[in-house]
């Protein structure tokens, strides 16, 4: 099957600072989505982005489907940030079954 | 409010019990899923119905039955079949003919 691979798995932040967080795949897709998981469990959508690039508020994204790969970009960063971070794709031959990085433990210090 | 629920939020059950967690939803969504996650590691696939009365396997499949006789119910039973069944559980769903999934706010299982 399909192989996610995620990077950095461990980042340390101040406050204020910027960072991009990596997803690289496999095979081609036709979903890839991000998400924030935070300390409570809960999984926070916050992309869905197979190809192309989005912007949410201090959030955005980039995915080259033709490179396999897609970025998270976090600016600002808040300690409300803080927690781990998915991408997770589906293979064009499967498109409903996601399959999930080992994801990126984001501590952002006050 | 629509959305996704599940529960218990949390469960403790003795070895060789079988336990039911429920998921439920009113996105009008036709697939549901489940997902478990052990600590430290990204979710994986159990089952999935893409409609009601159907339902495939995942990739962790074994130890583990489900049903889905409404659209708005997929209750999953960890049976004691299940090796190492204490993990944190989540429930998913989607459009038919949209991939973006949603998630509840997961069951955490203790078997001791």
């Known amino acids: 099957g399909i192989q996610v691979e995620q990077s950095p798995p461990d980042l340390i932040l101040q406050e204020g600072a910027n960072s991009t967080l990596r997803c690289n795949f496999s095979d081609s897709v036709n979903n890839l989505q991000w998400f924030h998981q935070n300390p409570w469990g809960q999984l926070i959508n916050l992309f869905y982005i197979p190809s192309g690039t989005k912007q949410n508020g201090r959030l955005s994204a980039t995915t080259v489907a033709t490179e396999r790969y897609s970025l998270l970009y976090i600016s600002s960063s808040q300690t409300t940030d803080s927690g781990v971070y998915f991408c997770?794709?589906?293979?064009?031959?499967?498109?409903?079954?996601?399959?999930f990085g080992s994801g990126t433990q984001l501590t952002v210090l006050p | 409010d629509g959305g996704i629920t599940q529960s218990p939020k949390y469960l403790f059950r003795k070895e060789g019990q079988n336990v039911t967690l429920s998921c439920e939803q009113n996105?009008?969504?036709?697939?549901m899923y489940w997902y478990r996650q052990d600590p430290g590691q990204g979710l994986r696939l159990i089952y999935y119905s893409q409609i009601v009365n159907d339902f495939q396997k995942g990739d962790i499949a074994e130890g583990y039955s489900v049903s889905r006789e409404k659209k708005e119910s997929f209750p999953l039973t960890v049976t004691s079949a299940q090796k190492n069944p204490t993990a944190f559980y989540l429930c998913a769903s989607s459009q038919n003919r949209a991939h973006e999934q949603y998630f509840g706010p997961g069951t955490r299982l203790t078997v001791t």
């Open positions: 997770a794709v589906a293979s064009s031959g499967s498109a409903r079954q996601l399959t």
């Open positions: 996105l009008n969504h036709d697939a």
